[in-house]
């Protein structure tokens, strides 16, 4: 009996111990980002010299932390994946606090009174096309076609 236990318990180190990388543990990849991919700039000009470069409009999501339809667009809007990607790929996307830091006179300089308030701006910054609350993966593509057709007129 006393033998049996030795060899289980051997068994069990041996396995268990046991690991083709030396021990060495590899770093879990970070995951790909999904849903709409908002630039860390904190500076409109910033935000339009990546525009210009990208050959790329500019979306403005306009919120404030106790805006519960921002939140529902966070949560609901910003992380379709089918919608992220149309945004990722013929937007320049800035997210800007109207209450804190630059987002203040942003706010004031475009005249924004409601949250959220979208706009979608050419590479000078000029209004293309603008919508006062929130809106749905629909309604905001329909909005940023307007904007492309508009700006490819102008």
């Not at 046991?18 to 060495?24: C, D, E, F």
């Not at 209450?99 to 050419?122: C, I, R």
């Not at 749905?136 to 508009?150: F, P, V």
């Amino acid at each position: 009996m006393k033998q049996f236990f030795f060899i289980t318990i051997i068994a069990l180190f041996t396995f268990a111990c046991n690991s083709t990388k030396g021990g060495i543990v590899e770093p879990t990849p970070e995951p790909e980002p999904t849903g709409v991919q908002f630039t860390d700039h904190d500076k409109l000009m910033d935000v339009l010299e990546v525009a210009k470069t990208s050959n790329k409009l500019v979306f403005v999501d306009f919120y404030t932390t106790w805006c519960l339809p921002c939140k529902l667009m966070d949560e609901d809007v910003f992380t379709d994946e089918e919608f992220a990607t149309y945004m990722n790929d013929n937007f320049i996307n800035f997210k800007v606090n109207a209450e804190k830091g630059n987002g203040a006179n942003l706010a004031l300089l475009y005249q924004v009174a409601a949250y959220p308030t979208l706009l979608f701006l050419d590479e000078e910054g000029n209004v293309l096309v603008q919508k006062v609350g929130a809106a749905y993966q629909t309604e905001l593509r329909q909005m940023g076609d307007e904007a492309k057709s508009l700006a490819v007129t102008n």
